[in-house]
């Protein structure tokens, strides 16, 4: 076996059979020599012992029990901390910070075969991009010594990236421990029912936070998104007109292709249960459960995109990405491409000179038009 690689499994599902189909695939790889460990990592309390107790039957996985974290956030904020503390507990028993670390949930279920390929073919999959048309833009390296693979990303939210499962090295996906995470929800206020994208967000966009620091303001704004779709067809067609919107989904794809490798597979190879997705479900019967959207039209959301477009990524109510072709065409110059090579070399040197008020202008009528459409919208609905 080629570069050591050990799953870390975090948090509990409540129904036994999920539990099973989520860890067969875990189970699998192992007896097949991929993956070196499989550690179940959650909370030593005991009313969470009956969930955890088929984990402890299965030979191939570890379980270890940490002391659930005191916090004193709403349900939401705490909600993250878990996540954030459950996976820093887990990186914990790995030392050697090259390890390859797959993070999976409980209620996440992934065809065998392609979870293999990912692992095997790492060292290629997220190897460091080279776009070498735009050299010279100045923007700053990847904070990541390989690039990590997530299942979907969003086009036109900034790191809206789905992170119930992602495999990096070690030393990468420690960069996800984010730091006073319950602090950095503040910003929705009373808000944050209708904002959960937000705690994704968070998480990833902590990391470029000071080296791009156009999305800066992105983060203390993002109260004036939100998933109400009524909005969002109100919102996404004002947005997509503004130029310093533009310059966002531009750096934000020149992250994408530099730092992440996006891949959903085919319709079926990855399903994600959550509880948030299956409140009113009987967690009883795995039948009732639903499996979470994009997962549940992978194919569908695949098809709206066309490579090579720019807008055809951001110009959907939401722009769902299951691999890597829209981000990296755009940068490879794909024929038949909405935008030129000239357009987005500019576009990325003024991101890189964002701090000496290149965009100062455009940056002010953006969140103008935030403003304002999300004022417009809910005074009118309250009316």
């Known amino acids: 076996m080629g570069r050591p690689a050990i799953a870390i499994v975090t948090g509990y599902t409540r129904n036994p059979q999920l539990l099973a189909l989520s860890m067969a695939p875990l189970r699998a790889l192992k007896q097949r020599g991929l993956l070196q460990r499989i550690l179940a990592v959650t909370w030593d309390k005991s009313d969470l012992d009956v969930h955890v107790a088929p984990l402890a039957a299965m030979s191939e996985i570890e379980l270890v029990r940490v002391p659930e974290p005191k916090v004193r956030g709403t349900r939401y904020q705490n909600g993250v901390v878990f996540q954030v503390r459950n996976l820093e507990a887990a990186l914990g028993q790995i030392p050697d910070d090259d390890t390859l670390i797959l993070k999976w949930r409980p209620d996440f279920v992934g065809d065998a075969e392609f979870i293999a390929g990912k692992i095997a073919g790492f060292d290629t999959l997220c190897a460091p991009s080279e776009f070498p048309h735009y050299e010279g833009t100045g923007l700053p390296p990847s904070p990541f010594k390989a690039k990590i693979w997530i299942p979907w990303a969003d086009a036109n939210q900034p790191f809206f990236y789905e992170d119930a499962a992602f495999l990096g090295l070690k030393r990468d996906v420690a960069k996800l421990v984010t730091p006073h995470v319950a602090e950095k929800l503040g910003p929705l206020g009373n808000q944050e029912n209708t904002h959960g994208p937000f705690a994704h967000v968070v998480r990833f966009a902590t990391i470029f936070r000071q ?173």
């Open 211 to 383: 080296s791009y620091p156009i999305f800066q303001r992105y983060l203390l704004d993002y109260k004036y998104f939100s998933n109400d779709m009524a909005y969002r067809q109100v919102l996404v067609p004002a947005i997509i007109k503004e130029t310093y919107f533009l310059h966002l989904v531009a750096a934000h794809a020149w992250i994408l292709a530099h730092c992440f490798h996006v891949d959903c597979g085919a319709e079926g190879q990855l399903q994600l249960f959550t509880n948030l997705f299956n409140e009113k479900a009987d967690w009883s019967e795995l039948s009732t459960l639903r499996n979470n959207p994009p997962f549940d039209k992978v194919e569908a959301w695949r098809g709206a995109i066309k490579p090579g477009n720019f807008v055809s990524g951001v110009a959907r109510l939401y722009g769902r990405l299951m691999d890597d072709a829209w981000q990296t065409s755009l940068f490879q110059h794909a024929s038949g491409a909405d935008i030129t090579h000239e357009q987005l070399f500019t576009m990325l040197k003024n991101v890189a000179l964002y701090r000496k008020g290149r965009l100062k202008k455009e940056e002010s009528a953006y969140y103008r038009t935030l403003a304002d459409s999300h004022k417009r919208y809910f005074l009118g609905r309250a009316a």
